[in-house]
């Protein structure tokens, strides 16, 4: 591990110089911007974990191609034991930044490509899981960040990629040259772009013959020419820009991953880092791979946020004088209730894990899934219990610069108090966090990522296994036929 | 009415100069500041209705003190009808705007406080009834908005009034005079505060003996000496601050109520004005009108809401290909039937209204408080699912300033677009809608206002008639013990 | 009216002779067989409320053809009001019965009948409604109960009846004689069919010109040649069989509504008692007002019954000692809450009524869609919390026989007892009431009578005019195309 | 393992002979009584699956006290592996039997008093553990089946046992004497009771010294002299006790455990078989144990119940011809959604087993009460998505005797027929078993065995570790008071 702090961390992203937009200008240092240097901080917490001798076993792993000591984010999930790691790790780095600290999605993703690397290899003679090695070796010994890329524009949705007006809302390659490939299109929606070292591109659905071209996986540097990077925004991101620490809720961390466009106008990968060209067979699996993967992190990231969420509002009640009836104590049951419920989904598809051919561990797929569905449904859930117990003031609360102002600082002051003897201040604070967790940006994120309800719908009814469970039905009535 | 348009309401907002601030400074006119002035707008329109042949019968009623045509919002009840006609004039209105036009407020402070005045001088002889009908005149004939004040800051909530450490977090008499009262405290999360002319005080909770130096009602002009008002914040406040047109969500109309804090210190309110003075055993019942009429209505102008918010996805939802997919339609179809079930709570309360001894008609209580209890529920639940439709963009979107952005305004044209021949300017547009209408003030304010969930349980376990349903079920069995 | 009490009711069933078949054996007398007895008490129950002076107003109405006092559930709806006091009827017949009363199917299909017939002879120059109002004549005067048949068997659901293997999975008519009809089938799930005077046919979905022989209405008394009945079974019914009085839990009255299918044999119904024959395009119609009718009761019958089930556990938490604990007393509170939101649906949908071209008044369709919507959730919410005050013993408890024993009574009086001073055999009474109401028919009933929870949101999509929707979103942004 | 087969089970019950009541009667042969045989068989299956070399693994363990080979079901948990295996062991015996099949009861209390007697005897030096092992020695070398019983009567519910006016609501120690106490008292639901052979005594609750005569746990012979049974009834159980094959829903299996309530008359304890004498303060650890053990079953059990009943629906409404319909599709998703998500839990609170002194595993606590929490919800939900999807004829279909019957067998034949070339008699007895699943005691068991869901709550509540989760809140905002 080259990179082995926060800090050296933050240092190395000021070593490249990625094309990013944000509200209409470039940034020019993403660890010094106010809108994205949150989330900087996040990621550099799982540099740092690795020195925090309580975590350090569960932020490190052992590389199965070195036998180096690696960052997990980097690792190919060798056993259970390394999937159920991995759910604790992220729980205890989202108790740590309250949010998405990012690095999930190029962990999932190297692990998806690589198992089906190994199976593209196997079946068509192809070398990627070679060169995925390599790349993959350079990544764990410099402990690089990557982002994990994969969801598509996909302009008319009712159309598959070969049918769309602009062939270009799905990424694919428009020229293969023998030293490699030249690709367009762009990537939505993607978390730690803006301050990752490197991009791992995958295709967006299952493709068919016709959409051959778009059958693509590659790795490439954020900065490779050709790319460009529009930083997305979020609820009360001007909080953040404005550096206003107290009104942004979560003073240190960003919300959510800091999502970017990533817009790819006929870039040129080396062959070396083209995992995937043409095997559009595989695009299925492969993306049904990373989706498990990233699905049942859901569960566990999500889970040390709600332990923040719940610590938060148990704090307010108690600063408001409410923390002993009766409504307030079992709407906390429920918050933590649904927490757990959570979190034992992505234990679960942890515990059931089993090998792909490869080696490379997968998670029970149809309990990932399952974990995901159940996101989609109970954050909204918790956020509403935190927003019924912490009470109206969440939405009609005075700002920092009143509460700061000497002509009224001492109104709000007076008039915001709770109990005897916490400041006025903790009770703002604690609220602002709670706002920042319970909104917009936050809620959706847990919807959709890593794939919308739906999606996972799909799967959960397609793993059903109906037959059987016909089956089971009819010999216990005696029906044979 | 002497203010008959939209125009002259905001107009008569100019001459007036209550002390209101804002992020820290003071705010010299709430029709041009960024911050209100999208409020007064939407106030405005209740204004305005009553010029819209199509509505003008819901906009107005006629006096019962003086048999002149007025605005509804200033009537007093006379029968079930007035009841129905309030919802349906909300519902319109709440599709007009897509936000709070704050006008009810008031309405409901005067309908509980005039059916209250007449029996607390039934009671004690009291005068109170004559002096609010001359104000009420004087509100009807002008036309004035009348912000209706409720809530007080409680401090620590698990003490009344009497025993707080500091006396003034409820609103109380300080001093009486001959000529009037002296009064201090505070009221939050004051809906149309900064856009009215009038603030009608009613006390906040149930007072015993103890309390009796708050139990106090009474009107005043919101530029009274001694009144300072505090806007509160809300998400995306800076959008709208900044004149962020598209990104806003709502290009003219504000979010919610744009709730103040009202500070009395030490505020003269001459005899005329007060319509309670100490009469505690009816401040239970004041409460707990104003609190029905006020529930009552969530089922109403949310609904309103609500028909944008189903609008707005289904519109996006053919932007982006996919109206025609099954639970697409079952999602559209599920917020829908939660809305309805709402608007028919509040045309079921109505429906069942009662007259109060004073003549005013009341909304059946039951009804009212289940209708609200729906609304804390199903808000959050109709934004879940509109979430769910629109995709994970509402949380990633890049800013208009992007759009706007000669260097990369073609990449979001391009890749943000939908099915042809609808311009990508309207898909952000109406993504941007749907951000605004179901982030976290939306929602809180639907939870929290006229009452949280827990006060309207308190209130339909109380009117439940436990005892007459353990007695059917008794007969049924044929116990008579 | 002839039938004036409900023992004249009872005696009218001992005059005629229909043929009924319940497990393989034919019923001789309706009113005497333990397995119907119940039912025929609890329809009873709808002419005894005649003479009950405090619901007379509500169980009695003016005829519209002749002025005279009639039984209300013979009446066709003339304004609001009657729609108003049709749901406050059925609300105080659920908490008197416990269970279905039946009568309001057959109130309903005359309502629908009745307006569809005018609309027919409009069109077509028919002369439905004088046939049908000399048969209501005869109804009303008599006083009569009339079984509303609507649901066919339907065979194999993915094809419509023209298409089915056997054509007669649908009521049709098999032959068209100068003098009348002869008609073939079944109608499934027919409640109170087997206590009622007349059968009221009714076509069970929309036809189109390949069904026309399927487009039919017509009313023939139960008795008539070819018409056979066979008792449906429900859940526990060997106890109501066995007249296992504490056991059976509702001790005087049915479960549900005695559910019969009818079959039809080649039956002639004459000319005079036909209300359509082959206006297909008019059954769309007829049908969607006789479930909109039918589905307004849901949130009014129903919720008589759930006042019943809340005083029960009620009491029982009384007798358990539970009743002052916090949780028990929030899911009381929560099971009121449903029942209304409920019963506020009823009252909506009939204040938002309007008339017909026949002048019958109609309830609102999207409100009484939505009614019955929340009853196929709500119902079972209602039963589960009430499940769960009451404790696991509802599913363990000995029976009455071990009560009565000599040898173990003594056991079970000791063993199932509560706090001092109630005797255990309350205790038991009270938990077998619940059993019953909270157990498989009842619910089942709840869900899909009236129409399966899909029939209502394909209604309420199709009501729900997103074009409109569309607009005010498009409007508030300024789109215009 | 003496018993080695299902059969050899049913012969060694033949043996026996308990004192049994069932509707005032008593039972003499457990094995041939229709109302017990069912509930025999099931319990037989547990034998049974041992020979099934597909399972044997998960049916059998090494016994950790003889290295013998032994049912899982008399095992005590030495791995987590252990933990999870029993997961999987009782989600197929779900599948196979559809019900329940008792011996877990016994397998958890096992678990749970050998875990606390090695904690009393170290606290105590008591010799609690030899005498159990000694008894757990015979049990697993004889294969017997040991009824775990915890649940007392309680009477009053808001007084502790000493307060009681009544002293046997609790069971307890009347007499000591050398050789052994004398118990009085009994215990309620008692599943599988009636074909055990052996009783294993708990106390329900957390005791004080107060109520030390309350703090006993020991094991009986189900025959002992002052031991008294009486058998429970349950929805249609007499469909079962008629054999009506068809209409009972599972023709083979009983409904849910067959509980009964154990009366214990001064029965005479000896010595040996005394595992707890007064060790107050092990009452609630042994409580909890044995519920954590139990709770996490539900997740297993209950799936396996649910994938028959998933099944049922499928097939259902294959015969329908709705299979194909979106909703119905999605409504099986759903099913199997909720399904998953328990054994989720289970699976994971399995995983997060922990050892205890004793070197006994115990379940992770929180997640095995979040595991019960979820059954409580679920179930209901499976079941009325089944009902939904099944139709309303589950209420409404004739018995079985109608359809053998020679008059009218031919009219059902053809009336409840569905798609072609599948039997109407499936159809039945597919409607008649998804009727049994989803029916009154199937759901009252899921919500109350283990626990009733508000036993959870307390336990989420206290496990929630609110100070932790306050803190990480606090130092995400630099609050450090």
Known sequence: MKIQTGGQYIESLRKIRPKIYYKGKRIEDVTRHPATAPHVRAAAMTYALVNDAEHRDLATATSHLTGHSISRFTHVHQNVEDLIKKIKLLRVLGQKTGTCFQRCVGFDGINAVYSVAFETDRQYGTHHLDRFKDWLNYIQE???????????PKGDRSKPPADQKDPDQYVRIVQRRPDGIVVRGAKLH????VNSHEILV???TAMDKRSQDYAVAFAIPVDAPGITMIFGRQANDSRKDNRERMDVGNPSFGAVGGEAVIVFEDVFIPRERVFMDGQFDFTGTLVYRFA?????NYGACKTGLMDILIGAVTYLAQVQGTLKVAHTRDKI????????TLYGCSIACSAEGQPTPSGAYMVNTMLANVCKQNVTRFHFEVARLALDIA?????TLPSQFD????EIGHLIRKYFSGVEGIPTEHRIKIARLIEAMTGGTALVESMHGAGSPQAQRIMILREGDLEKKMK???????IYS
């Open 142 to 152: 410099e402990n690089l960040m990557v982002v994990g890329a994969m969801t598509d």
């Open 190 to 193: 993607m978390t730690g772009a």
């Open 333 to 340: 049951t429920e918050m933590i209730h649904l927490c757990e």
């Open 292 to 296: 498990a993967h990233h699905r049942a």
């Open 403 to 406: 509460l700061e102002s000497k």
């Open 202 to 204: 995958m295709p967006t």
């Open 391 to 395: 009470g109206g003031f969440i939405a």
């Open 472 to 478: 089971l039905a009819k010999v216990l009535l005696g």
